[in-house]
């Protein structure tokens, strides 16, 4: 059986918004009473100067004209507000045609503005509803990665930064701020627990082609793998695992690839003590934003025939060859020339430092 760690877990509240979440620009509270405040003003402006210039089609208590700045801002102030004296009344049919078809649709902005706060939570949630609704029906072939902490983090910035679009890439925590966090970093968060299969069907894990289960326990993470697994039998999946002995219980569960977090750290560290350049080298691989990188890719039409050891010349070194499906490594003779539909895996310069 799996050693359950002692960290505790986290359960999300029942009663939470949403599961679904998208990056979305944030505003402070005072820039946003600033911007609904300047739009009443202007409704407001924009009112008396209409009024002020057909001042001659209004009455004011039985006489038609003569409206001053302060009368015409009155009228304003009463009309936008609804209130709406009577005192002061268009006469002619312009004053009445530009009540109906300016000041009116004025009036309704002003309101808006004042109970915005309503208006702004229900469109917010129609409007979330609706990004949801709309993504759920276009995405396919996206990445799922279940846990935000420091592997989670770190595997949603290596996919993006190999190239991956961060509206592909779905976030699933129990953590709020987690998933807060992952937003901002551009990418869709789910909120909620990853045993769970109705959590997943939220991620639509069904259609996902790549599966990152990066959680804290290695109970917790058996369990995500064999759930996710059950809802898309297809998907690869990479899970990651704290003790190397629950590593095959993890490929028991589905997942194609496991890494030992734990032991692969402390590798490094002694490579490092070893070798200091090995131990950089290797840190220069697993940053995926400067230096050297490991990728995999489809070879291009000026490759076709040539051997994999000629690619050295142009600045990538092969590691692999995958043909058909399996793969061939470097220390094999099996791949002499390459051919149509091989895909490489080289270390190769990143073309693109952060």
């Not at 799996?2 to 999300?12: D, G, K, L």
């Not at 909120?191 to 894990?205: F, H, K, M, Q, S």
């Not at 600045?315 to 895909?343: K, M, P």
Request: net charge neutral; hydrophobic share 40%.
């Amino acid at each position: 059986m799996p050693r359950r760690s002692r960290t505790t877990p986290s359960y999300i509240d029942p009663t939470a918004p949403p599961p679904l979440r998208f990056p979305e620009r944030r505003f402070s509270p005072i820039r946003n009473i600033a911007v609904r405040f300047a739009v009443a003003l202007g409704a407001l402006a924009i009112t008396t100067v209409i009024v002020y210039v057909e001042r001659g089609c209004y009455q004011d208590r039985g006489l038609i004209g003569g409206l001053t700045w302060v009368d015409s801002f009155y009228y304003a102030t009463v009309s936008l507000s609804t209130t709406g004296y009577g005192d002061i009344t268009p006469v002619c049919e312009s004053s009445r045609l530009v009540n109906a078809l300016v000041i009116t649709p004025l009036r309704f902005l002003f309101l808006i503005v004042l109970v915005g706060t309503t208006i702004e939570v229900l469109t917010r949630r129609t409007r979330e509803q609706m990004r949801s609704n709309r993504w759920r029906n276009r995405v396919n072939d996206h990445t799922v990665i279940i846990g935000y902490g420091v592997k989670g983090r770190a595997a949603a910035s290596s996919l993006r930064d190999s190239g991956t679009p961060p509206n592909d890439i779905v976030v699933v925590a129990t953590d709020k701020g987690a998933i807060d966090e992952a937003t901002r970093d551009g990418f869709v968060g789910v909120v909620g627990d990853g045993r769970r299969e109705e959590v997943l069907t939220d991620a639509a894990i069904q259609r996902a082609a790549r599966v990152v289960v990066a959680t804290d326990e290695d109970d917790t993470s058996i369990l995500v793998t064999l759930t996710a697994r059950r809802l898309s039998p297809n998907a690869k999946i990479v899970a990651s695992v704290r003790e190397s002995q629950n590593a095959d219980i993890l490929r028991q569960s589905g997942a194609n690839t496991v890494i030992p977090t734990a032991e692969s750290a402390g590798r490094l560290l002694g490579l490092s003590l070893v070798s200091s350049t090995a131990g950089e080298i290797m840190e220069d691989l697993l940053d995926s934003g400067r230096g050297l990188e490991v990728v995999e890719r489809d070879i291009t039409r000026d490759e076709l025939g040539v051997s994999p050891a000629d690619l050295d010349a142009h600045g990538q070194i092969v590691l692999a060859v995958i043909r058909a499906g399996v793969s061939h490594r470097f220390d094999t003779d099996a791949i002499s020339r390459l051919e149509s539909g091989d895909r490489l895996v080289v270390i190769r310069h990143n073309p693109v430092e952060r």
